[in-house]
């Protein structure tokens, strides 16, 4: 443990402690309830966007149409009192229309005409980015300030975004006309990427059920924005031994072609690796995930576990790769058994 976390503990006590996360799995066990009623399946789709939201990460959504990616995070800022707004990212989308921008405004009764600032939909707690990849990078870009220092500037002057604030994006997977590939500095600005699959025989069932009959539910808030903050508040204190550090940086070293640590059946499959805000994020998204689980500590499995969500959108996979059929989790699996593999043996 390093020293700046044995002083940060010191200042709650073992019953706190074991209070606050206590509560906070209570919390989300809630919110796996209320969705429950509202949204067949999705469990793990739900376990990583809430770590996102615990991390204060930014988060890409990604599967086909009709897999309610909308409906889940419309009805998570519901259940979190988070004012929530939809932005449809289209081809002719510009960046004020999403930041606001300055209007001359003029007083009728001293004639006088002056700006003001009309604020724009990312001034709310969570912002669905739907189909982010339809818009050209000169307003993709209109995001990067918001989503890396919560804040915007406008002619000068800079706009503080609301606490907390989220932004989380849906993509199709399928590349057609009309898209545009978003930016490498754009992609590491998201936490994870996450794959909304199809469901289940049992689970398609179930939701042809409700959506035929007369089946209604109402879901009740779970908690409000300052006890979400609260929560936030405990990640950073999750206990995390050097082992465990070890794990998340030793993983995004490895994605590195230049570092010669790539195992042999993947090393002509990666054109370029994670960077240290991967191994940044690794680390969050673990402490994250052992709170979700009632730990206080976070494990090397726990990292493992992230990984593949956390990595998916770092690794790019060179054009044999992808003439070879292999997709970016496969390589994100080899690293991890490699990498568990020689920490169990150095261990």
Known sequence: MSENQERTNVQMSQEEIAGAVNALHANYERVRQQLG???VGMEEITEQLMIGILCRGHCIVQGMPGLAKTLLISQLASLMDLSFVRIQFTPDLMPADITGGDVLEEDRTTGRREFRFIKG????????ADEINRTPPKTQSALLEAMEER???????????????????????????????????????????IKVDY???????????????????????????????????????????????????????????????????????????????A????????KARALLNKRYHATSQDVYEVATPVLRHRIIPTFNAEASGVDTDEIIRTLVQDIAGSMREAG
């Open 199 to 277: 469901p289940s025989l049992d689970e398609e069932r179930e939701i042809c059920r409700r959506q035929t009959t007369d089946y209604s539910f109402t879901p009740e808030r779970v908690v409000d924005s300052q006890t979400l903050q609260s929560m936030q508040e405990l990640v950073p204190k999750v206990v995390v031994a050097d082992h465990v550090y070890d794990a998340a940086i030793h993983l995004a070293r490895a994605s590195r072609p230049e570092e010669g640590q790539l195992p042999a059946n993947v090393r002509e499959m990666v054109q370029y690796g994670a960077g240290p805000r």
């Open 279 to 286: 191994s940044i994020a690794l680390l969050n998204a673990a």
């Open 121 to 128: 939909p990312l001034f709310h707690n969570l912002v669905l």
């Open 37 to 39: 009623g509202v949204i």
């Open 151 to 193: 804040q915007i500037s406008i002619s000068g002057e800079t706009y503080q975004l609301p606490k907390p604030f989220f932004v989380l994006a849906t993509q199709n997977p399928v590349e057609v006309e009309g898209t545009y590939p978003l930016p490498e500095a754009q992609l590491d600005r998201f936490l994870m990427k």
